[in-house]
Each structure stands twice: as C-alpha cells, then as structure tokens.
C-alpha cells in the first residue's frame, strides 16, 4: 500500500511532512511519487499566499475526479485559514491540524480499505500484514475530525516528540517553536498556526545532536518567530540566544563540520546578543534572513511590525560589525493596501541601503482572516507586477556586487546534488550563495568541500574543486 504526499509552501511544511512520513512509514504505507498508484493522497497546505490555496484546489478536483475508478483516502493539513478549512472539509475526506498528527492512524482505520499494519512481531518489523478494516460511511467517519474549534498550538509534545523521517541525508530541519503573536496585518499565520509555543530546549539539542552524529551538515532551526523562542515559558525555559550558545558550544566540542541557521526572525525580537553569539561559534551559519517587508515607516504601522525603519538598520548595522562575512536575506512585499509611489520608493532605497544577497518579494494577495482582509486592495496587479521587477531589478545589481568580490577567493561549499550543467556538481556556501564546480564525483554529494570561486552571476557563482 502507497502514499503521495504534495508539501506547498514554507520550510516549515516541509518539515511537517517529514513528520507525517513518519506516522504513515509506522502505519506500513510506503511512498510514490505516482498519485495514480496511492491509497493514501496528502496535501500540507499553506494558506499563506492564495497562490498556494489555489494549487491545493487544482489537486484535490484531481483527486476527486481519480475516485471513480480508484479506492484512495485524501487528507489536507498544514496552514489552514479556517475560511479554506470550512471549504476543504467538504472536498477532502480528512481535514486536521497539525497537533492532531498522531491521531492520523485512528482517522484513517475508520475507512473502508485495506490498511497495511506493521507485524507485531518485532524481530520481524519488515513483515507486513495486510488486513480489512469495516467500512464505515463517510458522513460519520468523518464526524470526530472536523467542524469542530481547533487550536493549532495545543498540545504540539504530542507532534515534536514525533521523529521525522528526513527527506534528506545532509540536510535537516528542527522546530523549535509554533505559531505566532506578532498579527502582522497582512498575515494569516497567527490563524493558521495558532498562538507561539516552545518546543523543550532539551528536545531539540538532542535532535541536533543526533542529527549531527549522523553526519547532517545543514540543519534549520524552524519557528514562525525563532527569536521569540521561550518568551512564552519565561523562568522555564532559556531564550534564543542561549539556545544558539549551548548549541554552538556543542558544535565546538564536538569536533565535526556542520552549519546551523535558522528561519525565521521577526526584527522585533532581533537582539544584539543573538548576533553576539553567532559571532562566537564555528557551527552557527554565517547567514541572516531578517525580513524587513517595507522600507518605509508608515507602511510598517499600517503592517503593524512594530518596529521602524531605524529599528531594523541597527540590527543591519550590528551584523556588519559583529559577522563581516555574513550574507543577509530578506522578505519584502510590493503592493500591500494604500502603497504610494512614495513608500515604495523608500522600501528600494532600503534594498539599496542594506545590499541584499537574496530577497523573496512577494506581490500582496488579500489572505480571508488576516486584519488586512476588510481593506481594500486598491494597487491594480500592473502596478504590483511592476514594482516587483523594480526590486528584482535592485536585488540583482547588489547580488552581482557581492558574488563578484569572490572571485579569486576560496569558500567551504555543501555539495547538495548535480547541477543542470552536464558534468558539474552544485551547492552553496556557508553563507547559503548558489555555486556550481566541475565534478562528476556522487560521493560529494551530502560532503562539505572546498571550492576557488572563478565566476558570478547575480544568483550563483561558479568555481574549480580544490
């Protein structure tokens, strides 16, 4: 018996998918990248962007249509608005939170199909069994896991204790928190993931710790506010920057190679002391992504970021002192409502000011829930289209700057697969810079190795193996 699971979206669904891997590999499925052969088909949504919203509505009418003629259960999960988990419950056989995960196994037996289930028979774990679970109309099967209020942030011990069944061998993602406060006002995310929850400190350096004993050489700490991490079990738990420095002290004593960054920050909680520490330890990937989503003041109000453009250059200047090396990413959007010509001309000099090595820009989409949602949408998508291409334009120029000042230079690369190039390898830096070598070599594949920058683009850079 097979499963197809689609993850859309952030790293952090990626992440959850890994889980989910985990509780259908334990229910004896196994998987395929061919929905036509699943009895099992997943979606981890994300209704962050309506972009997203739409592939999952474009799959599941795909699905539904493959159940005339094929005996198969669908689930969706992941960063549901509860406006799309209203409708999805009527297109989708399961629909269920996050935390709800270690429930899957029960929602699914409630179907009419065959259920492969693990031997009891230890000493034989590979033998499966497959056996007929009583059929059991839709309409009640489906009653306990739906229409009811969900939380998404509770009881997540339940989810992280869960071991992920990596999609990788080198690289790695750990969640460290869930959820966020922060109800930025274009932003889904505190509806779709709940309030901000803390994982146990203790839970995820020993995740990392045998993630790195097993010789992954990238690992991500995830959360929708890392650097909030513990503000939510103040006298229980240590902060993030004291996170970062047990892992980093870790890392030194452990003797192996590896980088550890994480995603993503909200310059609100973005203290000197995080940079401070970065600077300290060799584990600690020399590479920031801070969003900054507008370069002028009173969008940022309007945003509610709480946080001014003043604000956010400290933290800017701060990194420049303290990590020289680093590369910094951010997250921008053009078009949110009321936008002025004027406002976005100050996020380009911002982009300008602090010289980006990537930026994700996104062109605003109304998303149902959010504070923004009751606005109206008054940048025509002309407008948004154009000033998109403005700050690509601008990420380009000092992109192409930066990767040219390596020329000539040598950079520790993570070799992650071949390259669209017959006869090369590519990877990134420590300070994740796409970068391709000629090489032919599968065994560097997942190794850190060393490679003389020879030429850049704006997004990539190219050298020669030493």
């Given amino acids: 018996m097979k499963y197809f699971l689609l993850p859309?979206?952030?790293?952090?669904?990626?992440?959850?998918?890994?889980?989910?891997?985990?509780v259908l590999h334990g229910m004896?499925?196994?998987?395929?990248?061919?929905?036509?052969?699943?009895?099992?088909?997943?979606?981890?949504?994300?209704?962050?962007?309506?972009?997203?919203?739409?592939?999952?509505?474009?799959?599941?009418?795909?699905?539904?249509?493959m159940k005339q003629n094929h005996n198969c259960i669908t689930f969706v999960s992941g960063c549901i608005l509860p406006a799309d988990r209203e409708r999805f419950v009527k297109l989708f056989d399961l629909v269920f939170t996050m935390n709800e995960l270690p429930d899957l196994p029960d929602m699914i037996r409630q179907y009419g199909v065959f259920i492969p289930m693990k031997n009891d028979d230890s000493s034989n774990t590979n033998d499966v069994e497959t056996r007929i679970i009583a059929s059991v109309p839709n309409s009640i099967s489906k009653a306990p896991y739906i229409n009811k209020v969900v939380n998404p942030s509770a009881n997540m011990d339940r989810f992280w204790v869960i071991n992920p069944d990596h999609l990788s061998d080198f690289e790695a993602f750990i969640p460290i928190q869930n959820g966020c406060n922060k109800f930025c006002t274009y932003c889904a995310v505190p509806y779709t993931r709940g309030r901000e929850v803390s994982r146990k400190s203790e839970d995820i350096i020993n995740e990392l710790k045998e993630l790195v004993e097993k010789g992954y050489k990238?690992?991500?700490?995830?959360?929708?506010?890392?650097?909030?991490?513990?503000?939510?079990?103040k006298g229980e738990e240590i902060n993030f920057a004291e996170l970062l420095r047990r892992i980093g002290a870790y890392?030194?004593?452990?003797?192996?190679?590896?980088?550890?960054?994480?995603?993503s920050p909200h310059p609100r909680d973005m203290s000197d002391e995080v940079i401070e520490v970065i600077s300290q330890y060799k584990c600690l990937g020399k590479q920031i992504h801070l969003p900054i989503q507008s370069g002028d003041d009173n969008m940022l109000q309007r945003m509610n970021r709480k946080h001014t453009l003043d604000d956010y250059r400290h933290i800017i200047h701060t990194i420049r002192r303290l990590l020289p090396e680093a590369t910094i990413f951010t997250d921008i959007i053009v078009g949110f409502t009321g936008e002025t010509e004027e406002e976005f001309e100050n996020s380009r000099k911002a982009m300008e000011e602090f010289k980006y090595n990537m930026a994700y820009i996104a062109q605003y989409s109304v998303r149902p829930g959010a504070v923004a949602s009751s606005w109206a949408d008054d940048v025509p998508k002309a407008k948004k289209r154009e000033r998109y291409h403005i700050l690509t334009d601008e990420l380009m120029k000092h992109s192409l700057v930066y990767n040219q000042g390596l020329i000539g230079k040598t950079q520790k690369v993570l070799v992650t697969g071949y390259d669209r190039k017959n006869g090369y390898l590519t990877g990134h830096t420590e300070?994740?810079?796409?970068?391709?070598?000629?090489?032919?070599?599968?065994?560097?594949?997942?190794?850190?190795v060393t490679v003389k920058v020879t030429s850049a683009t704006a997004l990539s850079i190219e050298g020669i193996l030493l």
């Fill in 28 to 65: 004896g499925f196994t998987e395929t990248d061919k929905e036509e052969e699943a009895t099992i088909l997943g979606v981890i949504a994300c209704s962050v962007r309506q972009k997203g919203i739409d592939k999952v509505y474009s799959r599941i009418l795909k699905w539904n249509e």
């Fill in 431 to 448: 300070g994740k810079i796409v970068i391709r070598f000629q090489s032919r070599d599968k065994n560097l594949i997942g190794q850190i």
């Fill in 8 to 22: 859309l979206g952030c790293q952090m669904n990626r992440s959850d998918t890994e889980r989910v891997r985990t």
């Fill in 218 to 233: 990238s690992i991500t700490l995830l959360g929708q506010n890392v650097n909030s991490y513990g503000l939510d079990k």
């Fill in 251 to 263: 890392g030194d004593a452990s003797g192996k190679e590896f980088w550890v960054y994480f995603t």
